[in-house]
Nanobody
Framework: VQLQASGGGLVQAGGSLRLSCAIS????????VGWFRQAPGKEREFVAT????????DYADSVKGRFSISRDNAKNTVYLQMNSLKPEDTAVYYC???????????????????WGQGTLVTVSS
C-alpha cells in the first residue's frame, strides 16, 4: 500500500489549503485514514481521522471547527480541508492508513500501518 500526500504550501494566517492523500496498492474502501502533523522539534501528533465508509470522523481539539476530513472512494483519495489557518498549524502533514473491518476510530501513531511521505504546510503571520 502506497500513500502520496500533496497540497502543502505557504499560506498567510487566516487562509486555506486542501491536502490530498492518494492511496494505491490495496482495497482503498477498507482502510481507515488519518492525518497527522509534526512541527520542528515536536512529536508527531494526531490531526483528523475518517473510517472506511466516511460515516465517522474525529479531530484534534486544536483543529475542530477549522479542519474537515473527507474521502472519495471512487478516486482512492482522502482530503483534509484546512480553513482559518494559524501559524501554529505550521508542520509537515502526513497521511496514514490502517486496514479495519470495524467502525472504531484510532488516534495514535502506532495504530497506523502505512504512511505517506508528508507535505509541508507553512502558515505565515
Amino acid at each position: 500500500v502506497q500513500l502520496q500526500a500533496s497540497g502543502g504550501g505557504l499560506v498567510q494566517a487566516g487562509g486555506s489549503l486542501r491536502l490530498s492523500c492518494a492511496i494505491s496498492g490495496g482495497t482503498f474502501s477498507r482502510y481507515h485514514v488519518g492525518w497527522f502533523r509534526q512541527a520542528p522539534g515536536k512529536e508527531r501528533e494526531f490531526v483528523a481521522t475518517i473510517i472506511w465508509s466516511g460515516s465517522r470522523t474525529d479531530y484534534a481539539d486544536s483543529v475542530k471547527g477549522r479542519f474537515s476530513i473527507s474521502r472519495d472512494n471512487a478516486k482512492n483519495t482522502v482530503y483534509l480541508q484546512m480553513n482559518s489557518l494559524k501559524p501554529e498549524d505550521t508542520a509537515v502533514y502526513y497521511c496514514a492508513a490502517h486496514l479495519s473491518f470495524s467502525n472504531g476510530l484510532r488516534y495514535s501513531v502506532g495504530a497506523y500501518d502505512y504512511w505517506g511521505q508528508g507535505t509541508l504546510v507553512t502558515v505565515s503571520s
